[in-house]
């Protein structure tokens, strides 16, 4: 395990804290809030910070096929960036809005791999298995198929505050037409956030418009 690794595995842990590991985010995120470097040099185990930008670099250009970053000439120019004799490890500064879609897979296996070494504590798995509801923003307890295939509505109506989609959570004290988290129609079918074209479940990418949905 690398850098690399370790980067994207910090990613996942903090998106699924926040219930978006299937949802888009812009690529600013990655390193202003949810895995910045000072509060993570140590987790990360690098020396400088050129090479934790180094490291946010090959994520955001695919390496691993940890990410898949939006619009397409975006990714393609960090790429070529990396292939560079002295590439810049803060190339991808430039581009903050890009929009980032994590693998569904590869965030499963480290979620997976998380609970498999986590300490057996029956009062804990019982919590996970019911969902955390001490704390002032409940977290609903989401299974590893939320990432590779989504349920639709005839399954996840009886979970009554869950999106059918992302699993994100959904308020309670007001009529939830649309997931504030995906955006998707919580009574319709399943649609492209590029151009609203249907989607089916399982699909990776629209057939419409080519834009990944966030469900590989």
């Not at 480290?110 to 977290?139: C, F, Q």
């Not at 939830?176 to 151009?195: D, N, S």
Request: net charge negative; proline share 8%; with cysteine.
């Amino acid at each position: 395990m690398d850098e690399l690794d370790r980067l994207f595995g910090l990613l996942v842990a903090a998106l699924a804290r926040e219930t978006r590991v299937a949802v888009p985010f812009p690529a600013s995120e990655v390193y202003e809030r949810l895995v910045p470097y000072r509060s993570n040099r140590s987790h990360l185990n690098v020396a400088t910070h050129q090479d934790y930008e180094m490291a946010v670099l090959r994520l955001l250009a695919g390496e691993r096929n940890y990410v898949q970053l939006e619009p397409e000439n975006v990714r393609e120019a960090m790429q070529r960036e990396i292939a560079t004799i002295n590439p810049d490890p803060a190339y991808f500064r430039s581009f903050p809005d890009a929009q980032v879609m994590v693998n569904g897979r590869a965030a499963e296996r480290v979620l997976l791999a998380d609970r498999a070494y986590a300490p057996a504590n029956p009062e804990e798995d019982e919590a996970d298995t019911l969902g955390d509801s001490t704390g002032e923003n409940p977290v609903p307890f989401i299974p590893p198929t939320a990432f590779t295939e989504p349920a639709r509505a005839e399954h996840s109506h009886a979970s009554g505050n869950q999106c059918e989609y992302c699993g994100g959570g959904l308020p309670t004290n007001r009529e939830a037409l649309f997931c504030p988290h995906c955006g998707q129609p919580q009574g319709g079918e399943l649609k492209c956030q590029g151009c609203g074209a249907e989607l089916d479940v399982g699909w990776a990418y629209c057939l419409a418009c080519g834009r990944a949905t966030g469900f590989e």
